[in-house]
């Protein structure tokens, strides 16, 4: 499987980069380079190859064959279905499939009810006790499959709770529930579910997000806000036999689109295998069909890829080569394999070479301050060559001297970081959650008291504009940091003959970016949910409002956080190199005073420093093979096809 062997791939370049990181780690440490800020920015370098997850989402309308397709393209192997596939509503809710060894085989579940607290399913994610699990035994195929059929479960209840759950109760038409004579409704049973399945497209990162179709009933806006805009690839599901319907319009228009990692499937194309046709006819019939597909969804026909999901599956357990090539699905996994790999591997390689660079190219300038410092003591015990003690008694005088010099720079120094630390406060206050939880609170009490629509709208409005105000206070307190530290490291470095790496650049402008791409999302959608509703808008409109907040909240975390990461790296750079600089004051103190003692003979010295400066030079080698090491591993991989598994 093409996929599977991409997965190798990847893995084996995962495992080069993790190598290649811990190369650098015990170079560092041993050459005493490894300092707080370094070994950070390591573990997040490793942090991220291991959490490194690749989420393939599966949107379509029920019945569409997104399960199907699943079963086919990821759990043939398992010799039948994981995951309930028939005709009718068999995923009653999102269920995401991953693995996690550390904990057992398993399907939770989180029960509808959860709706009515207000809190979002990422909220609940990190508390366990809000989950019901059902453990199975994955080599028991039956048995999985009977746990697994839980995701369809329903149940019915009074149609006015259903209403407070955020459902809404109609005619039928517009994904409403129909009340039965006893005024009840069947709802689904849980929320979200999540599967934890041993396998190794899981085991390597993959998971897999299956949906109940958007319109749905009562889908929630988590879902299209939140779970589908983070996912790496986005697979569309059409099917032959009911082409593109309104419905599947609307979808594709409000939550899929364009854009990349996007994949359209047409599925079902076996419907036209009707065995009176020649095999040319139905490939051009299929033909037709793409190109129409296409053209709906504005979209190249290249990009649509016609399948049979069902037939592929059949095809894969019984080791029919023919069927399988005639299924097509070989196709659509090597768009999957290609795009997808690469495209993950392309942001992990950016984003580590950024910060490896980095490293190596602070240990390359406190190496050359090293040697610089050398190289000006090994020229001062020179010229002691042949000189008497009180030429000696000079040069002490001398040395100490600019050690006071030194140490006023320093005194300096400590007023600056000083007001470093005073607007890093200033930042973090406005960058804080603080003040955004106080917003969220005033808005959600306006919306609590709203009766109209609009009144609602200009609510939700006015928090965004608060979250906005709030990033762009937090870019100028950046911006003046940028400037102060940038005429510290000047200054500094003047006096002290150190070069600093200009600091790296940062802005807030994709969080910008984020919360303006999340108010459009929002807005639109709030716009066509409230249209849909007759009665009961209250506990929806709830529930829309806090995966809002959740999601601000999320873009201002990662504010936060990296907002901190660039503030410790501004420093540590100028921290170490005033650390080098006092270092070297000591030694050369030292050197001399030493020799002025006598209880060094003078060329003893010489030689020694100069196998410390012999050492220096290979370490500068060292490093600079391991750069070009890193450079090589980390090229994206469009410059680079994917190394075999080497
Ligand atoms: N003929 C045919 N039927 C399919 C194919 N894929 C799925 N189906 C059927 O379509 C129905 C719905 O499939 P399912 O995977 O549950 O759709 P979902 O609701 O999108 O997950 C089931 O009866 C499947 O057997 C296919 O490629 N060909
Ligand atoms: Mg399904």
Not at 183 to 197: C, D, K, T, Y
Not at 262 to 267: G, I
Not at 387 to 408: I, P
Request: aromatic share 6%; with cysteine.
């Amino acid at each position: 499987m093409t996929l599977a062997r991409q997965f190798d791939a990847y893995r084996a370049w995962r495992d080069d980069v993790r190598q290649l990181a811990g190369r650098l780690q015990s170079w560092l440490a041993e050459g005493e380079l490894l300092d707080s800020q370094a070994e950070q920015q390591l573990r997040r370098i490793r942090d991220r190859l291991d959490e490194d997850k690749l989420v393939v989402a599966f949107v379509a309308e029920f019945s569409r064959g997104k399960s199907e397709l699943i079963n086919a393209l990821f759990f043939a192997d398992r010799g039948g279905r994981v995951l309930p596939s028939s005709a009718g509503r068999t995923t009653m809710c999102p269920t995401e499939i991953s693995w996690d060894k550390s904990l057992p085989p398993r399907i939770s579940l989180l029960p509808i009810e959860t709706r009515a607290e207000g809190a979002s399913i990422s909220d609940l994610r990190s508390v366990p006790e809000a989950w019901e699990n059902f453990p199975f035994d994955p080599e028991m195929p039956d048995g999985v499959t009977e746990s697994l059929r839980r995701v369809g479960d329903t149940k019915l209840i009074a149609a006015a709770d259903a209403l407070g759950l955020g459902f809404t109760i109609g005619n039928g038409s517009d994904g409403s529930l129909v009340a039965n004579r006893d005024g009840q409704v069947e709802i689904p049973r849980w929320r979200h579910a999540m599967i934890n399945f041993p396998h190794p497209l899981l085991e390597q990162g993959l998971v897999v997000l299956d949906t109940p179709g958007l319109n749905a009933i009562g889908a929630e806006p988590e879902l299209t806000l939140s779970l589908l805009p983070s996912a790496h690839a986005v697979l569309f599901i059409l099917a032959a036999d009911t082409g593109v319907t309104q419905t599947d319009l609307a979808v594709w228009r409000d939550h899929v689109g364009s854009g990349s990692g996007r994949l359209v499937v047409l599925n079902k194309i076996d419907g036209l295998w009707d065995g009176l046709r020649t095999d040319e006819v139905i490939n051009a019939e299929i033909q037709r069909q793409v190109e129409s597909c296409g053209r709906t969804l504005g979209l190249p026909a290249s990009s649509v890829f016609a399948v049979s999901a069902q037939k592929g599956l059949v095809a894969k357990i019984e080791r029919n080569e023919a069927l399988l090539e005639k299924s097509r699905l070989p196709l659509l996994e090597d768009a999957l394999a290609e795009g997808l790999l690469p495209a993950k591997q392309d942001i992990v390689a950016r984003v580590t070479a950024a910060e490896a660079r980095q490293m190596a190219g602070e240990a390359r300038q406190l190496l050359m301050t090293r040697r610089a410092a050398l190289g000006l003591q090994l020229d001062e015990l020179a010229t002691l060559r042949g000189k008497n003690e009180s030429m000696v008694a000079q040069m002490v005088g001398r040395a100490q001297l600019e050690k006071e010099t030194y140490e006023k720079g320093l005194r300096e120094y400590y007023a600056v970081r000083s007001v470093y630390t005073r607007l890093s406060e200033t930042l973090f206050s406005h960058l804080g959650l603080e003040a955004l939880r106080a917003h969220a609170r005033q808005t959600r009490e306006t919306m609590r008291q709203a009766r109209f629509t609009r009144q609602l709208l200009t609510a939700m409005g006015e928090l965004f504009a608060a979250a906005g105000e709030c990033l762009d206070t937090s870019e100028n307190d950046i911006s003046e940091i940028s400037m102060m530290m940038s005429a510290m490291r000047d200054r500094f470095g003047k006096a002290y003959g150190v070069s600093i790496d200009s600091p790296v650049p940062f802005s807030l402008a994709m969080r910008r970016r984020q919360l303006n791409h999340l108010e459009v999302a929002a807005r639109r959608q709030y716009g066509s949910v409230i249209r849909l509703l007759t009665s009961d808008k209250r506990t929806l409109t709830q529930q829309f409002f806090e995966t809002i907040v959740s999601q601000i909240r999320r873009i201002f975390d990662h504010a936060n956080r990296d907002a901190d990461h660039w503030l410790r790296a501004l420093m540590s750079p100028l921290e170490n190199q005033v650390r080098e600089v006092q270092r070297q004051m000591r030694h050369r103190l030292d050197n001399v005073r030493r020799i002025y003692e006598a209880a060094e003979g003078l060329e003893d010295r010489i030689e020694e420093l100069t196998q410390e400066r012999t050492l220096l030079d290979d370490r500068l080698k060292e490093l600079a093979q391991m750069e070009t090491a890193l450079d090589q591993t980390l090229r994206p991989p469009n410059a680079a096809p994917i190394r075999a598994a080497a």
